[in-house]
């Protein structure tokens, strides 16, 4: 569970860092893109050191066991993905050639099949936490449709 909770810190900082970043950085002609790769066949694995006591003890049967258990033999490890078709793919998108030519009003490039079942996955969350919280949202604006300030509103409170 921290694993998942230090991913999804990490994911929601990219996620505002590309938001506001992309925001200040247009006018300068200046492109963010927020690359999701999955699992690319590197030799990334062989680079890790396990430490000498074995985390499995205290993990079992969690998300960092398996996570432990994927660098436990260098070398082993399998992944669907061509790293070189990986990083092609991101070098056409970024250049605007090949497969990026008319592309360059996106700014998320989902880098494999995988992660494009994740994506298709958490937009349908998205949009039916959207649908469900509809009562909410929908009824949060100042009375009558105005735009208020806090000075407007501090106003109004006083000459209650």
């Not at 790769?37 to 960092?64: E, I, L, R, W």
């Not at 099949?113 to 994740?118: K, T, V």
């Amino acid at each position: 569970m921290l694993a998942y909770r230090f991913w999804g810190r990490w994911r929601t900082l990219g996620e505002f860092e590309k938001w506001v970043g992309g925001k200040e950085l247009a006018p300068f002609g200046i492109r963010v893109l927020i690359v999701q790769p999955a699992a690319f066949t590197t030799n990334m694995m062989n680079a890790v050191t396990m430490t000498g006591k074995d985390p499995s003890v205290n993990y079992k049967g969690t998300v960092v066991e398996k996570m432990v258990d994927v660098f436990r033999t260098p070398g082993e490890f399998k992944a669907p993905n061509d790293v070189e078709k990986g990083c092609q793919g991101i070098f056409e998108v970024v250049k605007g050639t090949g497969r990026g030519v008319g592309k360059e009003g996106y700014s998320r490039l989902v880098l494999s099949r995988d992660i494009r079942q994740r994506t298709l996955e958490q937009t349908k969350r998205n949009t039916d936490a959207l649908e469900a919280f509809r009562d909410v949202w929908e009824n949060t604006g100042h009375d009558g449709g105005v735009v208020k300030s806090m000075a407007e509103i501090e106003s109004e409170a006083a000459s209650r």
